[in-house]
């Protein structure tokens, strides 16, 4: 198929402020895509960008997406069922409140495919044909008197068949307010896209308007439109740019200067040579006469002249010559041409250019030339670069708008994980646009996307209530009753309530804090026991402040918990947890926990006590066991699907309803709150714990601590 689309968007860098107003283009690069042809898009709501924006966007995107996904093997058909889903974004758009924009909604939507063309239009935008020097309204009589329904907005389709050389124009009422249709008759007929977009652009230009919009596309061929010029290819003209391009500028230039100053110098040698002919010529005639006669009257009366007959006789042909018009004009040209030759001299030789020597001169105002014509190429490159960058920041801007439209809908129909995915893709791309002169747009987007995230998933932000320097050598953090309990590697041991602002110090005990792989709190004792790399047990009396070296060797060094005085060991390597029975506060034999075969915690990270036991694996698969037999598992459902990779711990007591698990995702600290049968509650996210190392949590005075870099933080959820 040697048919191609040739088009040029004309439309504005920046958002309007009174109204949502776009022209785009989608031109697949899958060659799937790309046989089913191209779509031309221009929308515009009369209502401020935003929220307005979403809905536009919306359209745009759903009818890409429609139509590409189309199975029918009818491009119109699927082009009227992707129209039909358009309609049914905007019936649910406004079923969600938002109903300002209704009325004031104005689109044609356009699929090229082939020389196949389809036109659905809506409110007072229109399209016209431009074939052979004659123009066709090609969306006369689609336009409706009222405001259709929702469901009815894009109501009328009308479709036909283009010719080669064939030139369309879509755009909104303020462009065709300036530029009428037979007015535009010439500029379209005879000029490629992107000329007659500069042109319409410099028109728009000189009466100060810039909320038009408007797509100029020609069906051409492959070979034509190889032939033009990268300048005559330009996808987009800004009309509120004041360089339009480097041809455009010199065009510009030759109009406005070059043809006036040609047309002065013309018309002033004409009228130098016409008062040469009628003035001076003649004189010089008629004196010349003059002074042969009178030669002739001299030489023929004597031979002998006197010095006063010499006299008359010139007087005589002086008398005879007619006065010779001063060209007034012509001396001050020429007295203009000698200062600016100065000037232009005097600055020469003020940058250390100017020489005597002809060639030199010559020389430097070659370089002169080539220098001018080098910087206005540079800064048509420049230019062009900073439209194409616009119009990318421009394009995830849209998409950002888009996106975010679409996710609104997916929430409203409670498809929960879809919205989900959808404003995190809003987050991803209004991030990119941070630094840039969309920033301040993007802002708001990325606002609402955030705000309808922590909604879906019930996501509190929490800020921490204080924020502890721990010091250096710190070892491991233990949660005593109401108190969080630091061990150093010294042996020294700290503790603070939640309010407090400073770790007090408590003890020196005889910890081997350097040695310590964990730690728990057994309140029937209050002590502390502490689980050794070299398998042994420590234990630290809160109230005697004595330490003590336990009887039982451990089978494993692994993380160790507290229920009824007894310590419980969790063994992954062996796939066991090891029980350790309380004698009186002393610990001397441990006995495998586990009965059933057919459990397996090779994997677990954490676990905790309630009377029953809780294991949470990587995966967020936590099982529960009651005497040694496990009751079953479940895996950590979250709003949308989310999953997590970074699952830390998981907590309870006897005392609370509730599980708490800790996360770091993204480097950041979160805590989900879930019923002990895994149903999903609410879920806080840790606000300045990038960085976070470890997190511990209190499950009944709901605090939750965490370490990073020498700090802890304190939260209260």
């Known amino acids: 198929m040697d048919e191609v689309i040739n088009y040029t968007r004309l439309t504005t ?33 009369l209502n401020p960008w935003f929220p307005t924006s979403q809905i536009g966007q919306t359209v745009i995107n759903t009818l890409i997406r429609e139509y590409y996904a189309g199975d029918d093997t009818s491009e119109l058909v699927n082009f009227e069922n992707a129209i039909k889903k358009v309609n049914e974004a905007l019936a649910q758009i406004a079923q ?91 500029i379209i007929s005879s000029l490629h896209p992107t000329e007659a977009a500069l042109e319409c652009a410099r028109i728009l230009q000189s009466r100060g308007n810039q909320n038009a919009n408007a797509i100029i596309f020609e069906l051409t061929t492959k070979e034509e439109l190889a032939n033009l010029t990268p300048e005559q290819k330009i996808e987009t003209i800004y009309i509120d740019q004041s360089g339009l391009s480097f041809n455009a500028t010199m065009r510009n230039i030759w109009r406005n200067f070059f043809i006036p100053s040609g047309k002065l110098i013309k018309n002033t040698f004409q009228a130098l040579i016409k008062d040469i002919k009628k003035y001076l010529v003649p004189a010089i005639r008629h004196g010349l006469k003059v002074l042969k006669r009178g030669l002739q009257s001299a030489f023929g009366a004597t ?19 007619s006065p010779i018009k001063e060209i007034k004009d012509k001396k001050q040209v020429k007295t203009l041409f000698y200062k600016i030759k100065n000037k232009i001299r005097r600055f020469l030789i003020g940058v250390g250019l100017y020489s005597t020597q002809k060639s030199k001169m010559y020389l430097v105002a070659l370089i002169a030339v080539i220098l001018v014509l080098a910087a206005a190429i540079t800064f048509s490159i420049i230019k062009r670069s900073q439209a194409k960058s616009n119009h990318a920041l421009e394009t995830k801007l849209n998409q950002a708008v888009s996106m975010e439209g679409e996710a609104a809908i997916a929430n409203s129909k409670g498809q929960e994980s879809d919205a989900l995915n959808k404003y995190k893709t809003v987050l991803t791309l209004t991030a990119a646009l941070q630094g840039t002169k969309y920033e301040k747009d993007a802002k708001p987007i990325s606002e609402r996307a955030a705000a309808k995230i922590d909604e879906i998933t019930k996501t509190t932000h929490l800020k921490p209530i204080n924020n502890v320097d721990l010091g250096q050598g710190q070892a491991i953090l233990t949660l005593t009753s109401d108190k969080l309990t630091a061990t150093y ?31 728990a ?104 066991f009651s005497r040694g037999s496990k009751l079953g598992d479940f895996k950590v459902s979250l709003p949308g699907e989310e999953q997590i990779s970074g699952w830390e711990i998981i907590s309870t007591s006897a005392s609370s309803d509730n599980l708490y698990l800790g996360a770091i995702d993204n480097n950041k600290a979160r805590i989900f709150e879930l019923k002990k049968n895994g149903t999903y509650i609410r879920q806080f996210s840790l606000d300045n714990s990038e960085g976070v190392k470890s997190i511990l949590v209190d499950p009944d005075r709901n605090i939750a601590y965490i370490a990073k870099n020498n700090q802890l933080l304190t939260y209260q959820f």
């Open 521 to 624: 709190f057994v309140p029937e004792y209050n002590l502390i026991a502490y689980v050794l790399k070299d398998n042994t047990i420590q234990t630290f009396n809160l109230e005697t402040k004595q330490t003590n070296t336990e009887e039982v060797k451990i089978n494993y060094p692994g993380q160790v918990y507290s229920f009824a005085g007894n310590l419980y060991i969790l063994d992954p390597p062996s796939n066991q947890i090891w029980k350790i029975l309380s004698e009186g506060g002393k610990y001397k034999n441990n006995s495998p926990y586990l009965k059933d075969a057919d459990a397996n915690i090779s994997d677990v990270i954490s676990m905790t006590i309630d009377g029953s036991i809780y294991t949470l694996a990587p995966s967020g698969n936590i099982s529960r």
């Open 489 to 519: 590697y010294s042996g020294e041991i700290k503790q603070k309530k939640p309010q407090d602002p400073n770790l007090l110090k408590l003890a020196q005990s005889k910890i081997a804090g350097d040695k310590a792989v964990s730690s």
């Open 13 to 45: 860098s920046d958002k309007l402020p009174d109204r949502f107003l776009t022209c785009q283009v989608y031109n697949p690069v899958d060659p799937e895509q790309a046989k089913l042809g191209m779509i031309f898009s221009h929308v515009e709501i």
């Open 96 to 186: 969600n409140g938002d109903t300002d924009w209704i009325g004031k909604f104005s689109s044609v939507l356009v699929l090229i495919s082939g020389k196949e063309a389809h036109f659905a239009q809506t409110g007072h935008s229109h399209a016209y044909l431009y074939r052979g020097g004659k123009i066709n309204h090609i969306t006369e009589g689609l336009e409706q008197e009222e405001a259709p329904h929702p469901l009815k907005t894009f109501s009328n389709l009308t479709s036909g068949t283009l010719e080669e050389g064939d030139k369309i124009i879509v755009a909104n009422t303020s462009f065709y307010e300036i530029l009428e249709p037979s007015e535009l008759k010439t």
């Open 303 to 321: 031979a002998k002249i006197t010095k006063k007959e010499a006299e008359k006789l010139s007087q005589r042909i002086s008398q005879k010559v």
